[in-house]
């Protein structure tokens, strides 16, 4: 008998693991399925559906990084799939039916607490595309200068060693993709170390990716305001021994597409190829 109750209690507490994993794989699976439906509806370029996916993403789940990573794959995956002539779009009415049924779902399952690590977030409103900042000419600009054009925004500094150069570069072969229809899309480079990029240094490093890239830069409150309103993070690094001025920025590497309104329409998870960048953004054009 002493060893009976030990034996219940790892019992219980292995049926308890059980039962969390299993909810933690259904969480997934109905986030990955509602990612797909995303992937349909911007094929079919049916945008007020993607917008409300997004919304009911946006008020659902919890505030971590994962579960968004993971819808903007199946997502993407799922547009590509049907991207090279042979995808069909369902009908309407029957498309709906599951978008509602995949909502009711995903809500159904969060109402179970998620045991995943999670990110800390700037805060809980959704993105503001507002901004004021100077370009890497000196002139002052804002969000406001950009209206009736798309704008693809990245965040970085210039001597990041790998995730900026890789997004720019992207940035740029999606915009030579694109052809003429890049002509409606102002590419922006924000950075967020502004102490050693000024508009002389942004004008030098963005000059070597695409001709229309602007960057963009100001005070530290202004680039913090802005970071803020897009729900970017980035910390100063400096490593043990180091100088205080070698030090490197760790930031979110996303890319953001805002609408001609300024208004936010899609996030897009670092090392996203130029290709698929293109497609993404022709679906909303």
Request: negative net charge; glycine residues 6%; proline residues 4%.
């Amino acid at each position: 008998m002493k060893y009976l109750f030990p034996f219940l209690i790892s019992l219980v507490l292995l049926l308890q693991a059980a039962v969390t994993t299993a909810s933690t794989h259904s969480q997934y699976r109905v986030v990955r399925q509602l990612g797909e439906l995303n992937g349909i509806a911007l094929h079919c370029r049916r945008i007020d559906e993607t917008r409300r996916m997004k919304r009911a993403m946006v008020e659902t789940l919890p505030k971590i990084k994962a579960l968004g990573d993971l819808f903007d794959q199946a997502s993407h995956e799922r547009f590509l799939s049907l991207s090279g002539g042979e995808g069909t779009c369902p009908l309407r009415s029957e498309f709906k039916q599951q978008i509602v049924a995949a909502i009711e779902e995903l809500r159904g399952q969060f109402s179970v607490e998620l045991e995943v690590e999670e990110e800390p977030v700037v805060d809980n409103a959704p993105i503001d595309g507002r901004y004021l900042l100077m370009n890497h000419h000196g002139q002052a600009i804002t969000d406001e200068d950009f209206r009736g054009n798309f704008q693809i925004i990245a965040f970085g500094y210039t001597h990041c060693p790998d995730i900026c150069p890789t997004s720019l570069a992207v940035i740029s072969m999606a915009m030579e993709i694109l052809g003429d229809e890049s002509k409606r899309i102002q590419p922006l480079f924000v950075t967020i170390d502004p102490t050693r990029d000024t508009a002389e240094v942004l004008s030098n490093y963005v000059g070597f990716f695409h001709p229309r890239i602007i960057g963009l830069t100001g005070s530290t409150e202004f680039v913090e305001r802005a970071a803020r309103n897009f729900k970017v993070r980035y910390e100063k690094v400096v490593n043990e021994g180091d100088s205080p001025d070698r030090y490197w920025m760790d930031h979110t590497a996303s890319l953001y597409l805002m609408d001609p309104d300024g208004g936010f329409l899609a996030k897009f998870a670092h090392g996203i190829s130029a290709q698929t960048l293109a497609e993404m953004i022709r679906s909303y054009l």
